[in-house]
């Protein structure tokens, strides 16, 4: 039996009707941080095997309406269930210090100051609406040698993108939830599309294989705690020159394995 998870409304009806034809699959609209209530509903309370693709998908970037894409003129939305805060009311409606912190903690952003400092001036005169305000917004900030390499929007975008759907609070909760649900031997998978979300992954996976936490001049252990899981590749798997070659967004893909004992 396979259960499809998704938040995004829009990516629900298109997994439904792909798979409309097999009678042992079933698309549930929801959050996967809730994945073992959702599952309950379903009559299952444990899996053999749990797969999180985390981060937008490719339909949502390709989609200019839904306003993720620093490309183009778009709507600021980013919103990924299509409710609760938008990008738009945060780059509006939130102060100088919040707006640094959002882009500093969420996408490793160090010219964080100056983009949060030119996005309160640039909307004393006007709203900010679209992605490409934004863009230009956040172009203008960073020094000329710094956009050499890459699109410098990238970070300022993700960072907003994360906070407004609560993707870190959700991952925490959502690989807690997912481990506990698996049967021993079965497996939980995640790629990953960033470091941040790599770091919470890697740091989580060697919570569940951790042993005994006792303090080290203890001579026996006293916590009688033992691992959970193992590691099925202590390296992430990552994407082949094959598949880079007809998929380039699999570049920053990670994949991470732990199997539960």
């Known amino acids: 039996m396979l259960i499809g998870i998704d938040r995004d409304p829009d990516a629900v009806k298109a997994a439904e009707e792909k798979l409309k034809k097999y009678n042992n699959a079933k698309v549930i609209h929801g959050n996967y941080s809730e994945i073992k209530e959702l599952c309950k509903k379903e009559g299952i309370e444990k899996a053999d095997g749990i797969l999180l693709d985390l981060g937008v998908s490719s339909h949502q970037l390709d989609n200019t309406d839904r306003g993720f894409s620093y490309h183009g003129a778009a ?99 959502g690989l807690d939830e ?38 080290p001049d203890f001579p026996v252990c006293v916590c009688g705690r033992t691992p959970e899981g193992r590691l099925i590749n202590k390296k992430p798997f990552t994407a082949s020159a094959e598949e880079l070659s007809v998929n380039n967004r699999s570049r920053s893909a990670k994949l991470r394995i732990i199997e539960k004992l």
Not at 96 to 114: D, H, P, T, V, W
Not at 185 to 206: C, M, N, P, W, Y
């Open 178 to 215: 997912a481990f506990d649900m698996l049967n021993a031997g079965g497996r939980l998978s995640v790629i990953t599309f960033h470091s941040l979300e790599d770091r919470i992954v890697k740091q989580r996976f060697a919570g569940f294989c951790r042993g005994c936490i006792c303090p």
């Open 75 to 173: 709507p600021l939305d980013m919103r990924m269930s299509k409710d609760g805060i938008s990008a738009r009311d945060v780059v509006n409606d939130f102060g100088e210090e919040e707006l640094r912190r959002i882009f500093f903690e969420y996408g490793e952003e160090k010219f964080s100051y100056k983009i949060a400092g030119n996005i309160i001036k640039a909307r004393e005169n006007k709203p900010i609406e679209s992605t490409d305000e934004l863009a230009e917004i956040i172009k203008g900030s960073i020094p000329a040698k710094f956009k050499r390499d890459k699109n410098p929007c990238k970070k300022v975008f993700q960072a907003i993108r994360i906070f407004v759907n609560s993707e870190f609070e959700h991952l925490r909760r």
